[in-house]
């Protein structure tokens, strides 16, 4: 079965950390594009950060680039999400995606983060 998985979301206070993961299953993800998105419940999903089969990566906003990291282990055919400094404004379901080409393929189920202030 081909798809990924998102984990390592829950409850955190204000100026915390997080480290989501994104775990895939029957493809490999060396080669793939894998984006992460948000969204709260209501409004329209949010693109976070995104890295290239060869490591270019793009944010969202300037402030995801100064707290948010993505990082690979193709060992484990897992890509990571670290989240630091997190704001209460970070709360949402936090989706990962892959992409072969220029659009996204596979789309993960999501995980819930939540920031308390």
């Known amino acids: 079965q081909v798809h990924v998985a998102e984990s390592g979301g829950g409850l955190v206070h204000a100026g915390g950390s997080l480290r989501l993961s994104c775990a895939a299953s029957?493809?490999?993800?060396?080669?793939?594009?894998i984006g992460w998105y948000r969204q709260v419940p209501g409004k329209p999903r949010e693109f976070v950060l995104s890295?290239?089969?060869?490591?270019?990566?793009?944010y969202g906003t300037n402030s995801m680039k100064g707290r948010f990291a993505i990082s690979r282990d193709n060992a484990k055919n897992t890509i990571y999400l670290q989240m630091n400094s997190l704001l209460p404004e970070d709360t949402a379901i936090y989706y990962c995606?892959?992409?072969?080409?220029?659009?996204?393929?596979?789309w993960g189920q999501g995980t819930q983060v939540t920031v308390s202030s």
């Open positions: 029957g493809f490999t993800l060396d080669g793939y594009g």
């Open positions: 890295i290239k089969w060869n490591g270019d990566t793009t």
């Open positions: 995606a892959a992409a072969s080409g220029t659009t996204w393929t596979y």
